[in-house]
């Protein structure tokens, strides 16, 4: 059985989803699912996939706790602990 090894990239803006949505703040709190079938012209094969993400909103605000934030380094392991007010 052949497999399909590619890659589509793709992205929605939250303006864009929001106009689906019903407003701005339509989408607040919750998950999306979203789908996706990509076909391969070459080898005539379809795959699904599928995502989901958890909306929050852009007025949270993130305060660290602890002690100073250093700067992010990729692939170097570290440890954090973030709260937002209720």
Same mark, same amino acid.
């Given at each position: 059985?052949?497999?399909?090894?590619?890659s589509a990239?793709?992205?929605f803006?939250?303006?864009?989803l929001?106009l689906?949505?019903?407003g701005?703040?339509a989408l607040n709190?919750?998950?999306?699912k979203?789908? &996706?079938?990509?076909? #391969?012209?070459?080898?005539n094969?379809t795959e699904i996939?599928w995502? +989901?993400? *958890? &909306?929050?909103s852009d #007025?949270?605000?993130?305060?660290f706790?602890?002690?100073n934030v250093? +700067?992010f *380094?990729?692939?170097v392991?570290?440890?954090?602990?973030v709260?937002?007010p209720?």
């Amino acid at each position: 059985m052949l497999q399909f090894k590619g890659s589509a990239e793709f992205a929605f803006t939250n303006e864009e989803l929001s106009l689906h949505a019903g407003g701005k703040t339509a989408l607040n709190g919750k998950h999306l699912k979203i789908t &996706v079938e990509i076909l #391969d012209w070459s080898s005539n094969l379809t795959e699904i996939a599928w995502d +989901t993400v *958890k &909306v929050v909103s852009d #007025d949270i605000q993130l305060k660290f706790l602890g002690g100073n934030v250093w +700067t992010f *380094k990729p692939n170097v392991p570290f440890k954090v602990t973030v709260s937002w007010p209720d």
